[in-house]
Nanobody, 115 residues
Framework: QVQLVESGGGLVQAGGSLRLSCAAS????????IGWYRQVPGKQRDFIAA???????NYAESVKGRFTVSRDDAKNTVFLQMNSLKADDTAVYYC?????????WGQGTQVTVAS
C-alpha cells in the first residue's frame, strides 16, 4: 500500500506561484508513476502532470510551460511548481501514484487563484 499526503495549497493572486508537495509512504518502491490531478466541484478529476520512475514527464496541455512536476526519490516526495497561475487553475489538487496493481490518492489540497 502507498499513502500520499499533499501540502502547499492556498490562496494566491493571478500571475503568482505556488509549489505543492506530496509525501509518499508505505511501499514506495512499487510506484511506477506519480503526479497530480485537479478537480472543481461538479466536474471530473482531470490529469495535470506526472513523472515516471525513469524521469519521463507528461503534462496536460492547459498547464504546459507554466507547471513543472519533479520528484525527490531520496525523500519520497513529488512536487508541482505552478507559475503564472490563472483563476481557471482554482481547484482541489490531488496527488496520484500508480503501481502495477493499484492507484493511490492523497486527500487533496485546495488552490485558489484570485483574479
Amino acid at each position: 500500500q502507498v499513502q500520499l499526503v499533499e501540502s502547499g495549497g492556498g490562496l494566491v493572486q493571478a500571475g503568482g506561484s505556488l509549489r505543492l508537495s506530496c509525501a509518499a509512504s508505505g511501499w514506495t518502491s512499487s510506484i511506477s508513476s506519480i503526479g497530480w490531478y485537479r478537480q472543481v466541484p461538479g466536474k471530473q478529476r482531470d490529469f495535470i502532470a506526472a513523472v515516471s520512475r525513469d524521469g519521463y514527464r507528461n503534462y496536460a496541455e492547459s498547464v504546459k510551460g507554466r507547471f513543472t512536476v519533479s520528484r525527490d526519490d531520496a525523500k519520497n516526495t513529488v512536487f508541482l511548481q505552478m507559475n503564472s497561475l490563472k483563476a481557471d487553475d482554482t481547484a482541489v489538487y490531488y496527488c496520484n501514484a500508480q503501481t502495477s496493481t493499484n492507484t493511490a490518492w492523497g486527500q487533496g489540497t485546495q488552490v485558489t487563484v484570485a483574479s
